[in-house]
């Protein structure tokens, strides 16, 4: 299978760009200290966890128990599930334990630590923090980490250490902001930690990370462990948070000229294929539902898919820009490639990536979907 | 399994409002004389189309060549194929064709229909016609629609007839707007039918549809065929344009709460099972990510998810709304339903439906997703 002869729409990866990308962030967080465990949830695909544990990688991260089950048969038997566990979901956990897997859960309340501890010794934990007040976690400073803490280790959970995720850092726009979120990440994490140890308590590690903090560390010093995920991949969104180029971004959705109307052209990937994710909304460069690429996957300048249907997708100028007749420049049946706001959201939409090697040939990997 | 026991985050079904969905629907069209085909790509589960078929549904629409497929394989051998036909999707049309499937296909431009000349004689085509500016189609009274006809006509190829789709009725607020809309899109594409009638070329069938159209046209004297999806299933869009209630929305995600923060409370479905879908955000009652309602299906007043992370779904009241302490009205393990913006997209986060049965029991139903 060559490039030309796909069928459209299809998510399509070029190996060598998601190579770099993986090296980049495994040398960034090995050249800092800390281990790196990928989050494997933009991807969700066994061949590209390989890769991120052949150049270094220990462990993964994922955000839900299938991902858990389905990477633990492909050979990953060290997982952290990275999303508040609840006392429904200890059974299955439990299972997967029981079949030899390392999974640790996170969970940032008393009641969801009592129900941990009921469901039996040994289970291993980590608290979430908040470090940035954006979705999730107990406060470095509050009262209830120690009840939290104290709980666990005295209930007969293994308190593995504490961990965060700085979500806020995709709101920041230059570097220094994101140092500055990178540096608030880790210092109020690796403070949890010393709180929790100086009560008594074991709190061996301090797992940090999102990507665009991960990139712009300048040191870690107390954190053991980094997680990221969407680096694999990179999207327009972290072309506008700062951290990656347009050139960085290793998956694109492959499309058809399908037909010409007004002022923009239609294409067969619509939000069905790239997602209903506007990320770049709020950005300085707004690219609606993805930049446009030519079939070799370089940037066409000012083109963008301005809106999209199920279906069809909408691709026109730049409001200012005008790069001509979009008929005669592209013609019913001219393929090009769309680069996605948010890679985990638009990969997502594909049951299977289409692998563009180094030498041109195609292969495909899958992914999977659902719960 | 029983409601109760399902896993989390999952595509719950109401089988009996799916069901009065569909007879309302049918009992629309068929009172005012057109034929129904449902459009599939809403639920793409071969289920739901046999229950859409036993209600008086003749042939169905789809939007993609795998939803032609799949569909033909599970014995539905009447389709339209309502996305603009390109040269390299002739040959899979072709085989389909060939297989016994009378699968028409549809396009806008000379490029297209002198390819589909090319391809063979017999192809059945339908000119889709432009009624509202919206998104693709000749103009009723564009010179081109009639060298699009006789490319067709002279060239061997079947014109079945025309057809459009009104996607500008999802922007209108009243009820006398759709009326107007629909109107609209009825008269202009029965116009386009009768110019090439009267220029001699055959042209039965005019086809036009989209839920909103179609729940509020008045008449529709020289359609012979409805399109439309949504309305099996219904969702917040529908009720924000006004053709339905919150208690006729037959699909929602059921979710756990898995932690309290903040103002919010946080549930295991994120954009991930939602979808990044904000199909509300321009409407006067903006849901968020969701409407809120309890395990059975009860909104709960002023409760909405209004934001989300892939996995997380954050839930507060709405601004000025104050319902009490989530933390104790809602605690850790509480399982809800949301109500989704866009049924289309949330579906197709979702490998299978969980259906809930008239006398409680739940049933899985597939569905499919991808090209």
């Known amino acids: 299978m060559k490039l030309a002869t796909l069928d459209t729409p ?40 390989e890769q991120q544990r052949a150049a270094g990688g220990t462990g993964i991260t994922v955000s839900t128990l299938r991902e858990a089950e389905a990477f633990f048969d492909a050979g990953f038997d ?10 429904a979901k200890l059974p299955a956990v439990k299972a997967l334990r029981a079949r030899g897997c390392r999974l640790i859960v996170i969970l940032d309340s008393l009641a969801a630590a009592q129900a941990v501890v009921q469901a039996g010794p040994g289970l291993e934990v980590m608290i979430e923090i908040d470090t940035d007040g954006h979705r999730a976690g107990i406060a470095p400073d509050a009262p209830l980490l120690l009840d939290v803490a104290r709980t666990l280790h005295n209930g007969g959970a293994v308190l593995v250490g504490v961990m965060t995720h700085a979500g806020a850092s995709y709101d920041c726009r230059t570097h220094e902001a994101l140092q500055a979120m990178a540096e608030q990440e880790r210092s109020r994490c690796v403070a949890a930690a010393e709180r929790i140890r100086t009560a008594g308590i074991p709190c061996p590690e301090v797992s940090v990370g999102s990507t665009p903090t991960a990139l712009s560390a300048r040191h870690l010093a107390g954190v053991t462990e980094v997680r990221a995920g969407v680096y694999a991949f990179n999207d327009l969104v972290m072309h506008g948070v700062g951290v990656c180029g347009l050139g ?69 100028w730049r409001e200012g820009f005008d790069g001509g007749s979009l008929e005669r420049r592209f013609p019913l049946g001219t393929r090009l490639r769309v680069l996605p706001n948010h890679a985990c959201a638009t990969a997502a939409q594909f049951q299977h990536y289409e692998v563009l090697k180094a030498g041109g040939s195609i292969t495909r990997w899958p992914r999977f979907n659902g719960w």
């Open 10 to 49: 299809a998510a399509l990866v070029d190996e060598a760009c998601l190579q770099r990308n993986i090296a980049r962030m495994q040398r960034q967080v090995s050249g800092l200290g800390p281990r790196l465990r990928p989050h494997v949830k933009t991807t969700k695909c066994v061949a590209v966890a």
């Open 78 to 87: 060290d997982i952290l599930y990275a999303v508040g566990i609840v006392p």
């Open 248 to 316: 960085d971004i290793a998956l694109s959705v492959l499309t058809t000229v399908i037909g010409h109307h007004g002022t923009w052209m239609l294409v067969d990937a619509g939000w069905m294929a790239m997602s209903r994710d506007r990320g770049t909304a709020g950005h300085a460069l707004d690219f609606g539902y993805g930049a446009v690429c030519d079939e070799a996957g370089q940037p066409i300048e000012g083109l963008v898919m301005g809106s999209a249907n199920q279906e069809h997708g909408l691709i026109s």
